[in-house]
């Protein structure tokens, strides 16, 4: 089976002009779901699928750069797909005032569908299966494993090193891994819950994982030297670049 996976966007905590925050299609067998939703995502995905064809979306964790795009989504479903049944809207049910901004309105009460996160058990569409692993951040946020059985993708949502994801990710086709810092340009971290390019790295390494792919980049970030430190520890490392489908 063909996964495909378009990066709908790559910057945190707020997105450069022409950028956007984190957002990622994830496409097999017609199953097409949505991995988080910062700003600018809603519109680059309606390029990529229709309203109607969204299976449904998952949220990594409630921060603002994750989900402030979502909010306007019943306003999509609810005029580009009025016919269809409420989209599923997977986030994390924890206490956190940030949910708030996911919860249907009375316009969209129709449209979408705030569910819990199945982080214990996961969840199947279709022949395509999501596993959920915690990772280390402030805000709970859970990594993601997808597979339709014959590849696999991990997805690390925002994470330091204060948890090790080798075993989630072991084996996986491709890694999608936060990479918010960068050592060589004097870019430590400033506070537990991200990573530099050279973390990301070593995770994919250890991991085992065929091919890495860095994300959610400071837009002060040189992301031509986040690649240079993650290649110069897992080789088959790259940037990923926004609006690009990969295939996996």
């Known amino acids: 089976m063909v996964v495909l996976v378009t990066v709908l966007g790559r910057y945190s905590p707020y997105a450069p002009v022409g950028g956007a925050c984190p957002g990622f299609l ?40 994750h989900t402030a795009d979502l909010h306007s989504l019943q306003y999509l479903m609810a005029h580009q797909a009025p016919d269809r049944e ?26 979408i569908r705030l569910l819990p996160l199945p982080v214990d058990e ?23 494993r997808i597979t339709d059985g014959s590849r696999t993708l991990v997805y690390t949502g925002d994470t330091g ?28 971290r400033k506070g537990p819950g991200h990573m530099q390019a050279g973390e990301a790295a070593d995770l994919a390494r250890r991991a085992g994982v065929r091919r890495l792919l860095l994300t959610h980049f400071s837009p002060s970030t040189p992301v031509a030297d986040a690649e240079a ?16 489908t990969y295939l996996i």
């Open 26 to 65: 994830v496409q097999s067998g017609g199953v097409n779901l949505m991995l988080d939703g910062g700003n600018g995502t809603v519109a680059r995905l309606q390029q990529q699928v229709a309203a109607s064809d969204l299976t449904a979306v998952l949220v990594s964790h409630l921060h603002p750069d």
């Open 86 to 111: 409420p989209l599923p809207v997977y986030a994390p049910d924890v206490e956190n005032p940030d949910r708030h901004w996911l919860e249907p309105t009375s316009f969209g009460a129709r449209s």
């Open 122 to 144: 996961g969840i199947a569409f279709g022949q395509v299966r999501v596993y959920f692993a915690r990772t280390d951040h402030p805000e709970p946020c859970w990594a993601m």
């Open 161 to 188: 090193t204060g948890v090790d994801l080798a075993p989630f990710a072991a084996d996986a086709d491709l890694l999608i891994a936060e990479s918010t810092y960068v050592t060589a340009n004097g870019q430590n």
């Open 229 to 244: 430190e993650a290649r110069a520890v897992f080789p088959a490392s790259e940037a990923a670049v926004e609006m690009r």
